[in-house]
């Protein structure tokens, strides 16, 4: 197995491995130049996503500045929407539904390391993947940890640390975040 077939999978990688610098240096160059176009150049932000978002759909709109590892690993739904200063940590699969709204300086991560120092100290990763359904709202400064899943139509409140899946319908907050009460939707 390669090391990105490994870090796909959810096994340990080397991120150190040459193919993946230069995946990751090419998002980086990626990732500037859409921080640095302006409100304006529609046409060259869409060009760029396009580019850098694995899962590109039509009415993805990012505030910039935007940050994420590969971009390759990051699918969205229709008509997502991230404000200023959010991170992506794409080292696993981010899966994120249709209507999904993410406040300024959310932090996505799919990215871990392993809790035996051993492994960490030979500079071994790993990821998991990060699920968020559709007409999902992430409120600002928000953080998502490896593995979770976030069902459809809940609301995660801001600053919330989320450790856990959380079922749909609900709203979440807190760190550890947790589900504060079932919100009553017609579905």
């Known amino acids: 197995m390669t090391e990105k077939e490994k870090m796909l999978a959810g096994e340990l990688y080397n991120a150190d491995d040459p193919h993946l610098k230069t995946d990751r240096r090419n998002a980086r160059l990626l990732i500037k130049k859409y921080n640095d176009s302006t409100d304006e150049q529609i046409l060259l932000r869409k060009e760029i996503l396009s580019e850098l978002i694995g899962g590109y759909s039509k009415g993805l709109y990012i505030e910039p500045p935007f940050y994420c590892d590969y971009g390759s690993n990051i699918t969205v739904g229709e008509k997502v929407y991230f404000n200023f200063n959010c991170v992506v940590l794409d080292v696993n699969r981010i ?87 079932k919100l009553d939707q017609e579905v």
């Open 95 to 181: 899966a994120i539904g249709d209507n999904t709204l993410f406040g300024p300086n959310v932090q996505i991560y799919s990215a871990t390391h392993p809790m035996d120092y051993k492994i960490r100290r030979a500079w071994l990763e790993l990821g998991k993947p990060v699920t968020i359904g559709s007409d999902v709202w992430i409120g600002g400064s928000a953080i998502i940890c490896p593995g979770v899943t976030i069902g459809d139509r809940s609301v995660i409140g801001a600053g919330s640390v989320v450790t856990r899946d959380i079922p749909s319908d609900t709203f979440a907050a807190g760190n550890p975040c947790k589900v504060i009460k």
